[in-house]
T-cell receptor, first 119, second 120 residues
């Protein structure tokens, strides 16, 4: 069975600084996808970034980047130049892939990290 | 793109009544839709997975007769909480997976804004 662990229940960072959120996972699959979702106080789940396991290059999306270490089963999220709007719960998630291989695409979530960006 | 809507956003009902929540993919066809439940300050708990035109697959411990799921089209799934009780009060979130758009990954779930259910 797959598991996702986020070991930091809460973190805080000063505005404009950089913060890294940790995520580790356990799986015997070789082909899978990893995600970071953000849930602000509105509770709308927003996709932040996505990583295919077969890609060695770390995914980046503007101020968000990941450090994907497949052998260590680690998938951390780095937020650069933190903004007040980044304040949210951040969930790391895993799914088996690919979709056409019969995977239902079930997401397995970590427990989340509450990030507070302070002015 | 990849917008998912949910209706209603909030609902209050009396114990014993049934409540229907709709989940729509607005600009894409959803191969699969998912229903989650989230308690305060907790992660999302998958309740069931539904594929268009077939019966939903429920997670262990989720009562299929209490949480009825219908996925009648590629853009609409509904969750009906039957004979609701106060312990069913929660935040319910749906998500949809894109069918086969070349512009988007088919392994990414897009989430609706959620429905807060309060059962009195």
């Amino acid at each position: 069975a797959q598991t996702v662990t986020q070991s930091q229940p809460e973190m805080s960072v000063q505005e404009a600084e950089t913060v890294t959120l940790s995520c580790t996972y356990d799986t015997s699959e070789n082909n899978y996808y990893l995600f970071w979702y953000k849930q602000p106080p509105s509770r709308q789940m927003i996709l932040v970034i996505r990583q295919e396991a077969y890609k060695q290059q770390n995914a980046t999306e503007n101020r968000f980047s990941v450090n994907f270490q497949k052998a260590a089963k680690s998938f951390s999220l780095k937020i650069s130049d933190s903004q007040l709007g980044d304040t949210a719960m951040y969930f790391c998630a895993f799914t088996k892939g690919p979709a056409y291989g019969g995977s239902q695409g079930n997401l397995i979530f970590g427990k989340g990290t509450k990030l507070s960006v302070k002015p | 793109g990849a917008v998912v809507s949910q209706h209603p956003s909030r609902v209050i009902c009396k114990s014993g009544t049934s409540v229907k929540i709709e989940c729509r993919s607005l600009d894409f066809q959803a191969t699969t839709m998912f229903w989650y439940r989230q308690f305060p300050k907790q992660s999302l708990m998958l309740m069931a997975t539904s594929n268009e035109g077939s019966k939903a697959t429920y997670e262990q411990g989720v009562e299929k007769d209490k949480f009825l799921i219908n996925h009648a089209s590629l853009t609409l799934s509904t969750l009906t909480v039957t004979s609701a009780h106060p312990e069913d009060s929660s935040f319910y979130i749906c998500s949809a997976r894109d069918r086969d758009s070349p512009r988007r990954s088919t392994d990414t779930q897009y989430f609706g804004p959620g429905t807060r259910l309060t059962v009195l």
